[in-house]
């Protein structure tokens, strides 16, 4: 998925912006350099386009640096690492020394630049949005995120200007695609090193990318991997360095281009809301999900600790319980030589199809049984035939009389009955209703 960054001066209204794109309720934001922001990337969605937002306002909160560097910095991460860029003005001041600075930068890339002049809401300032010609870009226009004036224009104009999405997830060149993600100090590095280090690998740049953003194709046993490059791999960041800032937005674009994501824990710091958040990202885009304890070298032998850590993480992410774990250690290589055939079959998994005489026997012999949702008036949902609309990943119809009527409890036994037909472990599987006509 794309990203679009949000660039600009302090104070031009950045952050209300963000707030306006990604559809929330303006926040308050005070007329402070800095203020402190609690989210800093969105995904959003507009005219059937998806892509990531990115704030980049919290550079300047989280920085100690004086403005002017901070802002260079803010400007030059957002065109390594974004495909769009929203340069954002004040219409108040109009055209300033230091949006003449930030426009030279930008002029310096290849990457497309949306003029954004801000609190244009009275006629008098449109003038403004004249001036705003003069830094040489082509598209600009007025706008005013208070009263939300021009913001449909704006985002028309960031879709018709996102690259095309690279190969369609799914395409399958024999390699598997693995993303190794996690909380810093989890250890991803330690393994990414490990992963490449014992066998010969193959550094090809991404198309489009920078020249520092790199994957790493590399045989695993028999099994060919390409391992996803993600922020903080085989370089290390400081905490106030704006490459820590878009290391969400990095690790979040290589989710999306595997097939299997690999989400590393620390085993002395387990299920974090940052951990859960990622695995549950993770289920959501569809990619084959992989659990993966590491640093499994600091706990104490303990025979059933393994069982005791299977339970507690089963316990707080029920819904991914089709997930496979594997407790290793990078450190001390333990446990790594189960990764390759784990990857292998995950992505077999996600690309399963089942058989139509396998659903139908579902229907027929195993739903006979069930107890069906009803509306509580006596009308009860009715299921006439199935059929697996896709994979990767494996996604079933199921077409009802209504579907209003097929709840929650009844998706998720119907999920486990679809796992038993088939292996489908580590593989997020979906379903849908729809009525027959
Ligand atoms: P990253 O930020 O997720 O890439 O984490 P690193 O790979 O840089 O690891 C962070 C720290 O944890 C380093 O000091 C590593 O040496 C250490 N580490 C990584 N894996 C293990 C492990 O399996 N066991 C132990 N004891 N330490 C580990």
């Known amino acids: 998925m794309s990203v679009v960054a949000i660039v600009g001066r302090p104070n031009v209204g950045k952050s209300s912006l963000f707030n306006r794109l990604i559809g929330r309720k303006l926040a308050i934001v005070e007329d402070i350099p800095g203020v402190t922001r609690d989210r800093l990337y969105a995904e959003t969605e507009w005219d059937g386009k998806r892509f990531y937002l990115v704030d980049t306002g919290g550079i300047e909160s989280a920085s100690p640096h004086p403005f002017q560097d901070v802002i260079a910095r803010q400007v030059q991460m957002a065109l390594k690492e974004c495909d769009v860029v929203i340069f954002l003005l ?171 994501s690999l989400v590393l824990m620390d085993a002395t710091e387990l299920l974090t809301e940052q951990d859960k958040r990622l695995m549950l990202h993770v289920e959501e885009r569809g990619k084959g999900l992989i659990i993966g304890v590491n640093k499994w070298d600091l706990l104490p032998p303990r025979e059933d600790l393994g069982d005791v850590i299977r339970d507690q993480i089963r316990d707080q992410m029920p819904t991914l319980s089709y997930a496979p774990l594997i407790f290793l250690s990078a450190k001390t290589g333990r446990g790594v ?33 069930e107890r069906m949702p009803g509306d509580g008036k006596g009308r009860y949902l009715k299921v006439y035939y199935a059929t697996q609309a896709d994979t990767v990943p494996p996604t079933f119809i199921f077409f009802v009389n209504d579907r209003d009527l097929a709840d929650r409890s009844f998706t998720r036994r119907l999920e486990k009955h679809i796992r038993a037909l088939g292996d489908f472990e580590g593989s997020p599987v979906r379903i849908w209703f729809r009525n027959r006509d």
Request: charged share 30%; no cysteine.
């Open 90 to 260: 004040d219409g108040k001041e109009g055209v300033t020394a230091g949006d003449e600075a930030i426009a030279e930068m930008l002029r310096r890339s290849s990457k497309p630049v949306i003029v954004a002049m801000n609190k244009i809401d009275n006629p008098k300032r449109e003038d403004n949005v004249l001036d705003a010609y003069s830094l040489g870009f082509h598209t600009v226009m007025g706008i005013s995120v208070e009263h939300g004036i021009g913001i449909g224009d704006l985002l028309d104009s960031v879709v018709s200007a996102l690259p095309d999405e690279g190969e369609p997830d799914g395409t399958d060149d024999g390699v598997i695609k693995l993303s190794v993600v996690g909380r810093p100090n989890v250890g991803k590095s330690s393994l990414f090193n490990r992963l490449i280090g014992q066998e010969r690998a193959v550094v090809s740049p991404i198309p489009g990318t920078t020249r520092d953003t790199v994957d790493v194709d590399v045989r695993l046993g028999d099994v060919d991997v390409r391992l996803m490059d993600t922020a903080g791999m085989r370089r290390k960041s400081r905490v106030d360095d704006p490459l820590e800032y878009y290391s969400v937005v990095r690790t979040l674009k290589a989710i999306d281009r595997s097939d299997v």
């Open 337 to 369: 030589h189960r990764l390759p055939p784990l990857v292998s079959r995950v992505y077999e998994n996600r690309r399963r199809r089942l058989k139509t005489s396998d659903l139908n026997r579902l229907l027929r012999d195993t739903l006979e049984f």
